[in-house]
Nanobody
Framework: QLQLVESGGGLVQPGGSLRLSCVISAFFLNDRAIGWFRRAPGREPEAISCIPASGFGAQYANSAKGRFTTTRDKAKNTVYLQIQGLEPEDTAVYYC???????????????WGQGTHVTVSS
């Protein structure tokens, strides 16, 4: 069974940075595109990024361009989300998710991690 486990969240001051990790365990794990999403209190879930199975050509939601970077380390079965210049509005639970496809899209994510909390506050 495909499992995804996020980590790296915590309390960060405004302007700081974080690197979230998503460890993936399953057969064929390197054949799937992985997305990052977040859900802030009182807001709808929001897509952040997607990285294809190849690990090249990550895509970003318009709202995420510039401060977010997604990379993939196949040897470690891990996908990362680097966030720079954190703002209080970035406070949310961050999730990684997997598609049953190699290429990216913003839909059809069937496997989700439990999420990691990020709080941006002084």
């Amino acid at each position: 069974q495909l499992q995804l486990v996020e980590s790296g969240g915590g309390l960060v001051q405004p302007g700081g940075s974080l690197r979230l990790s998503c460890v993936i365990s399953a057969f064929f794990l390197n054949d799937r595109a992985i997305g990052w999403f977040r859900r802030a209190p009182g807001r709808e879930p929001e897509a952040i990024s997607c990285i294809p199975a190849s690990g090249f050509g990550a895509q970003y939601a318009n709202s995420a361009k510039g401060r977010f970077t997604t990379t993939r380390d196949k040897a470690k079965n891990t996908v990362y989300l680097q966030i720079q210049g954190l703002e209080p509005e970035d406070t949310a639970v961050y999730y990684c998710a997997a598609r049953d496809y190699q290429l990216c899209d913003w839909t059809d994510y069937d496997y989700w991690g439990q999420g990691t909390h990020v709080t941006v506050s002084s």
